[in-house]
C-alpha cells in the first residue's frame, strides 16, 4: 500500500507564490502516475494537475494553466506543485493521489493523501 503525505500549505497573500510537496512511501514512486486535487468550501473536489510516471506528459485545468507547474523527483519520492499568481479563489484544501494513469481527471488515482490546507487572502 502507498501512503502519502503533503505538506506546504499555509496562509499566501493573492499574487503570491506558494509549493507543495507530496511525499510517498509504501511503494516505488515511479511506478505511479500521479496529481493534485483540491477542494473548496461547499464545492465538490476538482482536478487541477496530473503527471505521468516518468514526467513526460503533464495535464492540467484550465483555472491553472500557466500558473501552476507540477513536477516530480522520483528519486526523491516527493512530487511537487508550484504555485503562482495566487487568487482568493485558490483557497482550498489541497489533496495529492497516485494511481495507473494521468489524465484529466481522477480516474484511475488508488492512493489519496489527507490533504493541506492553502489559504489566500486579499
Known amino acids: 500500500q502507498v501512503e502519502l503525505v503533503e505538506s506546504g500549505g499555509g496562509w499566501v497573500q493573492a499574487g503570491g507564490s506558494l509549493r507543495l510537496s507530496c511525499t510517498a512511501s509504501?511503494?516505488?514512486?515511479?511506478?505511479?502516475?500521479m496529481g493534485w486535487f483540491r477542494q473548496a468550501p461547499g464545492k465538490e473536489r476538482e482536478f487541477l494537475a496530473t503527471?505521468?510516471?516518468?514526467?513526460?506528459?503533464?495535464y492540467y485545468a484550465d483555472s491553472v494553466r500557466g500558473r501552476f507547474t507540477i513536477s516530480r523527483d522520483n528519486a526523491q519520492s516527493t512530487l511537487y506543485l508550484q504555485m503562482a499568481s495566487l487568487k482568493p479563489e485558490d483557497t482550498a484544501v489541497y489533496y495529492c493521489?497516485?494511481?495507473?494513469?494521468?489524465?484529466?481527471?481522477?480516474?484511475?488515482?488508488?492512493?489519496w493523501g489527507k490533504g493541506t490546507m492553502v489559504t489566500v487572502s486579499l
Open positions: 493521489a497516485a494511481g495507473r494513469t494521468a489524465t484529466r481527471g481522477e480516474d484511475g488515482m488508488n492512493y
Open positions: 509504501g511503494g516505488t514512486i515511479g511506478n505511479y502516475a
Open positions: 503527471i505521468n510516471f516518468s514526467g513526460y506528459s503533464k
